[in-house]
């Protein structure tokens, strides 16, 4: 066999065996990627919810629940400390506003519509001061009375003495907003504490906690919700559920009303409850499976 013959083939197998591998190459790679393609599946969205917390006025409209106060300091009362709500400002010409500081949380107390504890943002100037929201437009003249305040954080204030109060433990509503774009499975842990609280013969105030047996008698929405605290301490929301529409989200009460032709048992001066919730959402495609470690809801059946 001539040299030029031997060099033909050795050329031909070489251009024979890339064609195979480049074959083979491209045949793997589209293998695989219809094979990843096929097999991955996930829905794409997100779980977000928030809590409502506050009291019936009996009027239609709702008092904002509010944080435990652990101490006030800067208290000062006047009566020509105005409300601006366009702009979230509090003025007045004879406190001085500049004791505050972006951050802090002030109390107003006293006022027509804005009693209640805000938080200041910006800089305060001597006679005027914003804070980041929830004001309604009030004139000066009422005797108003404002202070800084530390409080426990997400921890609220219920009144168990007087049916009378703002804060009284009949107007307590918790309602859950659902925002999520994906069904969402929810659960909710609440923390209760009853206090007493008292004056010593030394001006010296003291906070008790007082032990007490079982959960307060608040009047769960348990028709949609399934109260399993004896076993693990949440109350489940027993439908996945997400919100109505990109603007608007779903409602969901848990604590909506209070008990049609009852009174609750008010407790003595001196003593108040404080309330803490933790709440879960998790996406209802394997959320309670794989985050809360549940194969199955406790009310039983399947997710």
Do not use: C
């Amino acid at each position: 066999m001539s040299i030029v013959s031997m060099k033909r083939k050795v050329v031909s197998s070489l251009v024979i065996l890339i064609f195979s591998i480049s074959l083979f190459v491209f045949s793997s790679y589209a293998y695989f990627t219809n094979l990843f393609g096929e097999q991955f599946t996930a829905e794409i969205g997100f779980v977000d919810i928030e809590l409502n917390a506050y009291f019936d006025d009996g009027l239609g409209g709702q008092i904002p629940a509010e944080e435990v106060v652990l101490e006030a300091f800067y208290e000062s009362t006047a009566s020509d400390v105005a409300f601006t709500a366009s702009t979230n400002t509090i003025t007045s010409t004879t406190i001085d506003l500049s004791v505050y500081a972006s951050g802090d949380k002030i109390r107003v107390n006293g006022s027509t519509s804005n009693d209640g504890i805000y938080r200041v943002t910006g800089t305060p100037t001597a006679n005027s001061l914003t804070v980041v929201s929830g004001l309604t437009d009030e004139t000066a003249g009422s005797s108003i009375t404002l202070d800084k305040v530390v409080t426990k954080p997400g921890v609220y204030y219920i009144n168990v003495v007087s049916g009378g109060n703002d804060f009284f433990f009949e107007d307590f509503r918790l309602i859950i907003d659902v925002y999520s774009n994906v069904d969402t499975y929810m659960r909710i842990k609440i923390y209760e504490q009853l206090t007493l609280i008292y004056t010593d013969y030394q001006g010296d105030v003291t906070e008790l906690s007082i032990l007490f047996d079982g959960h307060m008698p608040f009047n769960y929405d348990l028709n949609n919700w399934y109260d399993n605290r004896t076993y693990d301490n949440y109350i489940y929301y027993t439908t996945a559920v997400q919100r109505v529409n990109e603007t608007t989200a779903l409602e969901i009460g848990l604590i909506d009303s209070y008990f049609v032709g009852e009174s609750f048992n008010t407790y003595a001066p001196g003593y108040s409850l404080q309330i803490g919730f933790s709440i879960e959402a998790v996406q209802s495609d394997g959320g309670p499976e794989n985050v809360w470690d549940l194969p199955t809801p406790p009310w039983g059946g399947s997710w």
